[in-house]
């Protein structure tokens, strides 16, 4: 992570909602990123597998810190996912974000969410906005 600014790895640790879901930053350098997550009893559906949504939730997360990864605010215009596979209770997964792209205004990336043990379940893709040409920091 030694490639990216403290400020922009602070900010995307101390994200709250991630936060609140466990998700944790692994690795971050510029256009790259791989957090994880363990899927609990508070994240299944009404079929007893991971909730699609908790799934997504890690892709964006991993999504969103490579897209900030740069230094330069970055929102998502759009994301894409397609399940693989059913993640079980008790799982970790992993989210690896790729740029594939990095254009003044936009940006494009892969994400992919595994298992440890290396079982996809699911495949994104992400387009963000880049901007402005400001950095993160303290408003005027």
């Known amino acids: 992570m030694q490639d990216v600014s403290a400020n922009v790895v602070e900010r995307i640790s101390r994200d709250p909602f991630t936060r609140f879901l466990g998700i944790e930053l692994i690795d971050l350098r510029p256009g790259y990123s791989r957090l994880s997550m363990e899927v609990t009893e508070h994240m299944l559906n009404f079929h007893g597998i991971g909730h699609g949504g908790a799934i997504f939730t890690l892709a964006d997360a991993a999504f969103a810190a490579a897209g900030n990864s740069h230094g330069q605010p970055a929102v998502a215009l759009t994301m894409s996912i397609n399940y693989i596979a059913a993640a079980q209770q008790g799982k970790r997964l992993i989210a690896e974000a790729k740029e594939q792209k ?32 400001f950095q993160y920091g303290p408003k005027a």
């Open 102 to 133: 990095l254009g003044r205004s936009a940006a494009f990336y892969h994400i992919a969410v595994k298992t440890e043990e290396g079982e996809l379940i699911a495949s994104c893709q992400g387009v963000v906005h880049r901007k402005g040409q």
